[in-house]
Every structure is written in C-alpha cells, then in structure tokens.
C-alpha cells in the first residue's frame, strides 16, 4: 500500500508546505512520568530524504521522544503526523510507515541470522518462500552473508546492530527511527554503520536519528535539533549551528583547573563576551568572530599568569555549540538518568 492510499485511509490532513508531505511533524509534543516532564513542548519538522538528527545528553528526552512518535508510548500533550497520518489516531497506520532500530538489539540470540529475519518476517504477515528471500536479500545488503548460518551469541556488537537495523527494513518503510545506532561499537564499525545508514537515505529512506555523539550528528545529519531537559534548544543544519557561537573557536586547557574564573574574566575583557568553562576539565571554550583574536587572549592571560597546557584554534563544532546552548557536555551534567530507567 503506498502513502497516500495509508493517508486516505487514516484521515490524516494534508500538508500545505507546497504540496509535499513532511515526514514527521510534531507540535508540542508532551510525556510526563509522574511530575517528571520528560518531553517538554517539542516541535519537529523532518523532510523526506533527510537524514534528521536529535542531539543532546543521555536523560535529554530522545528516546522517549521517539517512541511517542513511533506509537511506543501515548502522547501526553501535543500532537504528531507521520507523512500526514495523526499519530494518536491511527497508529496501526503509522506502524506500516515507521521502521524502528532501538538502543539495544531485538534479535533472538538463540536463532541464527536467516532463521531471525525469517522469525520477523513471518510475524509481519509475509508468507514462506516471500520472508526467505527478503531474509537473503537484506543479508546481502548489510554485509551478512558469510554470517548467515551463525548463532546470533557469536556475532560481534557491530553485527548484532547491523542485524537488528535489517530486520526493521523487511517491509521497507520509508521512514526509519534510529536510537542511538552506533552506541558501544568501535571507531570502525561505528564508521561502517555510518555508511550503511547514508546509504539506506541514497535507496530513498527518510532517517531520523537520535545521539548523544556530536560527531555523528556533524557526519551525518542534514539537520540538527539539540535538545536538554526535555526541551528543543536549538535547530538548523550543522553548519548553521556552528555559525551561532562565531567564525572560529578558541579551545584552552588551563594547566591549573582552579584558575578558571580568572581566566574566564580575562577572556570578559578582551572579548567582551562569555566563554564557556568545563571546570573539572579545566578546559575553555572561547567564541571568536575572528581568529586574529587568539593571540590577544592568549597575551592578555599570560600577563596575568594563567598557565596554558594546549591551545587550539578551529572551526566552531558542534561541541561549542553544545556548551553554548546548554552550559554543559553531553555526557557532562545530566544526573537524572536514562529514559529507560525512567
């Protein structure tokens, strides 16, 4: 069935943005968990063909985000559309548009690859001979095929997430959730998983990924939306982003992490703007609009006798624009724990 016959089907409203549909619209999107606000009022607009990426710390509000829109978890307040079908009203609808890779994979370690993709399949309705040959097409496609036979308790981390973001293609939805699809793999699967998920945008998928890694968001998103505590902060491409917090980016590591304030004070008077202090690192980052700058910060803290261990001078990341937008790291501050164990 296509999108516009499940659009039909489920009443959803069409879009007035020209006459193309956006993937996923949400507004206001609320989930609380007893007085705890875990989404407060997000709003989201992702475009088909875009890889969608939602940045922020571990707590932030990603996960449970997601599973509201994927029909995971009620909507306490708001409301969302997926290619125009209203999420709440129609959730068997929205579950044929939506494929969905978690934090965790969801395979049976019991059973092999095939015998996994064969299981989903069946499950989703495919008859037989139809689910085995999706399994051997999406083994081939992920790289598999060698492991095919194997029990899913002897594949590596990066297999396993392979395995699991397959068995959510079977019936080829256009729109993918990916959690965090790359926590706890190596730099080298990490990359491998990076490609497979370009590629699934190239076959003409819609992604939405969260993370809390501001590298794979700069690598991969055409889009970004950092959210804390809840709540959207910020959105814009990457490069939009980096441009909020100045042309270039001072990072210092102070040799001695109790001169901080002092530091910070001196970087007040000869930029006249706030820099951005990770006090148990004793590291500072420093907004330029010109990187000539530098060397009037670094004169002005040497005379007062702030040591520096290192020093560098680059393009804003999107680590400067995390700091700046929230006060603290991503894996720095957030105490109140996972969505999870909410």
């Known amino acids: 069935m296509s999108i516009t016959e499940l659009r039909h089907t489920g009443g959803g409203p069409a879009s007035d943005d020209g006459g193309t549909d956006?993937?996923?619209?949400?507004e206001g999107l609320v989930k609380t968990f007893g007085e705890h606000r875990a989404v407060d009022g997000i709003d989201l607009d992702v475009r088909p063909g875009e890889i969608f990426g939602v940045l922020g710390p571990n707590g932030?509000?990603?996960?449970?985000m997601l599973r509201?829109?994927?029909?995971?978890?009620?909507?306490?307040?708001?409301?969302?559309?997926?290619?125009?079908v209203d999420v709440a009203a129609n959730p068997h609808v929205i579950r044929q548009l939506v494929g969905v890779t978690g934090q965790y994979a969801s395979v049976d370690e019991?059973?092999?690859?095939?015998?996994?993709?064969?299981?989903?399949?069946?499950?989703?309705?495919i008859a037989a001979p139809r689910a085995r040959r999706i399994a051997t097409e999406l083994l081939a496609q992920f790289g598999l095929e060698e492991a095919a036979g194997k029990p899913i308790a002897q594949f590596s981390g990066g297999m396993r997430?392979?395995?699991d973001l397959a068995a959510s293609l079977i019936t080829r939805p256009p729109l993918i959730f990916l959690d965090e699809p790359t926590t706890g793999l190596d730099p080298r699967t990490r990359g491998q998983m990076w490609d497979t998920i370009r590629g699934l945008v190239t076959d003409g998928c819609t992604v939405l990924l969260t993370t809390q890694y501001l590298d794979e968001a700069d690598?991969?998103?055409d889009r970004v939306a950092v959210i804390d505590h809840g709540r959207k902060v910020a959105e814009g491409t990457p490069d939009e982003l980096k441009t909020t917090v100045g042309n270039s980016a001072l990072q210092l590591l102070l040799a001695e992490p109790g001169q901080g304030p002092a530091a910070m004070e001196i970087v007040r008077r000869v930029l006249g703007s706030d820099p951005i202090l990770s006090p148990e690192q004793g590291r500072l980052n420093v907004a330029l609009d010109q990187a000539d700058l530098a060397a009037d910060v670094l004169i002005a803290l040497r005379a007062a006798g702030v040591s520096i261990s290192s020093v560098s001078v680059a393009k804003p990341?999107?680590?400067?624009v995390f700091l700046a937008l929230t006060g603290h790291e991503t894996d720095g501050d957030d105490q109140t724990g996972t969505e999870e164990n909410r």
């Open 60 to 64: 932030a509000g990603k996960t449970t």
């Open 161 to 163: 997430r392979r395995l």
């Open 110 to 125: 019991n059973l092999t690859a095939r015998e996994n993709l064969w299981l989903f399949s069946r499950l989703q309705g």
């Open 68 to 84: 509201m829109l994927a029909t995971l978890l009620k909507i306490d307040a708001g409301r969302a559309e997926i290619f125009g």
């Open 22 to 26: 956006l993937a996923v619209r949400a």
């Open 317 to 320: 990341s999107l680590d400067e």
């Open 219 to 221: 690598q991969l998103a």
